[in-house]
């Protein structure tokens, strides 16, 4: 393998990878600008986001299914040719239902993106170092909305609309030449996978939900992303400025550090998933418990929660960005290379969906309570918000139980294969009393 090949074809895929994230968080950061053009609310600006996310998440599984039939490259040109057209329709749209469509074809280009960028690191690099560059992937992607928030936002601030958009649909452009260029699918010599596809599109569907290894990283994703997303797109920044009474600039602030804790834990997640592959799914849900037991505490402060409970509860929900991603180890590392799209598409609808049920669920609970004149103190009541934001307890325990459940099943199936998961106590005393016999050994020669 050729490897300053690999890291370019790598380096690419993340380029890629991070103007889609960027594409992705653009219309976000312009909402004054939006409002005033296509002359709406807050409620039908939202309805942009929400669409786009609804188009993201329900092509996972089809464009996983694609990726492993066509390869990467097709793939993720073909996604930017979307963006950028749909960046071009909203740089010229002036009505809500151009717009809309603008959005929507750049979820459908952004969905084809981080599956098939994904799907590059196990063909152009060894097994062991998968786990930490999958999360790279994901953190130098997140980048991209950095982008959005700084350049783009001066750039259409200072030259208007049009050339913003412009702008971002011209970045597309580049990522389509560079893909065109100079991505490969897999290292030359190397059996092509979509080539070698022994089974027909819709058995390799049936057989990547089969493996339970497969579901285990759905439930994972799902369990472990979505707070994250519904606090990131939807329902942080009014929590905290309409309910808790912080200044929009604070909330702006937290949001920043979210950007931030998630760009760092990265990597050490990362180790840990290579050090210790047996414990994924604890660390998932102990992440997962952690995030409960802090917006629990959140939820139930009386009065304001103080600005340090604030950062530790954002903390927790940035990390559970990294720790998704180890649903695609579970994809990688149960699947082979002919169905490894196909895995990654199923283990990234997770979190999505999880995230757009969730968002409706906390709306629609906010409404109900205004509608019955049980949040006298207006829609966005800090105790309307704690009732509305506690349903997101139900969904993660939901999700923790599916991960249970479908853990006993990959246990089985490791056990079969003469891999045999010990409890957590046990491994921890074995680690504990090797460690204590190293460093005796040790002090005695
Ligand atoms: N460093 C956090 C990256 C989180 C990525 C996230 N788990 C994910 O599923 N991303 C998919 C995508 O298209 O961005």
Do not use: C
């Amino acid at each position: 393998m050729n490897s300053w090949r690999a890291w370019m074809v790598w380096g690419i895929g993340v380029f890629a990878y991070l103007v889609a994230v960027m594409q992705r968080t653009s219309f976000g950061v312009v909402g004054l600008e939006a409002s005033a053009r296509f002359h709406v609310g807050g409620a039908v600006l939202s309805s942009f986001t929400v669409l786009q996310l609804v188009v993201y998440a329900s092509l996972q599984v089809p464009v996983g299914m694609l990726v492993d039939r066509f390869g990467s490259r097709i793939m993720v040109a073909t996604g930017a040719v979307f963006m950028g057209l749909g960046q071009l329709q909203i740089a010229v749209a002036d009505s809500v239902v151009t717009g809309i469509i603008g959005r929507m074809l750049v979820g459908m280009g952004d969905a084809m993106t981080f599956v098939s960028v994904l799907r590059l690191v196990p063909l152009w690099f060894p097994a062991k170092r998968s786990p930490l560059l999958t999360q790279l992937t994901g953190m130098l992607g997140m980048l991209g909305q950095l982008v959005s928030v700084i350049p783009f936002l001066a750039l259409l601030h200072a030259s208007g609309w049009t050339t913003g958009f412009l702008s971002l649909a011209s970045m597309s452009a580049l990522v389509v030449v560079l893909v065109l260029a100079l991505l490969r699918n897999a290292p030359e010599g190397s059996a092509p996978a979509q080539q070698t596809q022994p089974e027909g599109t819709r058995a390799v569907l049936a057989a990547a939900w089969r493996q339970p290894g497969t579901r285990l990283g759905l439930w994972s994703h799902f369990t472990v992303q979505f707070s994250g997303n519904v606090f990131a797109l939807a329902w942080g920044f009014p929590f905290l400025v309409a309910g808790e009474g912080y200044s929009s600039g604070s909330a702006a602030g937290l949001m920043s550090f979210f950007v931030v804790v998630a760009l760092f834990a990265g990597p050490p997640v990362g180790r840990f998933v290579s050090r210790h592959p047996l414990r994924r799914s604890t660390f998932v849900l102990l992440i997962t418990a952690l995030t409960a037991l802090v917006w629990a505490v959140v939820l139930v402060y009386p009065g304001q929660a103080p600005f340090w409970l604030l950062v530790v509860l954002v903390a927790a929900l940035a990390v559970g960005g990294p720790s998704s991603m180890i649903g695609f180890d579970f994809a990688r590392t149960f699947n082979p290379s002919h169905r490894l799209g196909t895995a990654t598409g199923i283990v990234n609808s997770g979190g999505f969906v999880a995230a757009l049920i969730t968002m409706f669920l906390v709306g629609w609970l906010l409404d109900v309570q205004h509608a019955m004149g049980l949040s006298p103190a207006g829609l966005y009541s800090l105790s309307a918000f704690r009732v509305a934001l506690a349903v997101q307890l139900l969904v993660m325990a939901f999700g923790a139980v599916m991960v249970l459940r479908v853990r006993r099943k990959v246990r089985r199936q490791l056990a079969a294969n003469g891999v045999h998961v010990a409890p957590l106590l046990v491994a921890v005393r074995t680690a504990w009393a090797d460690y204590r016999s190293r460093r005796t050994a040790e002090a005695e020669s």
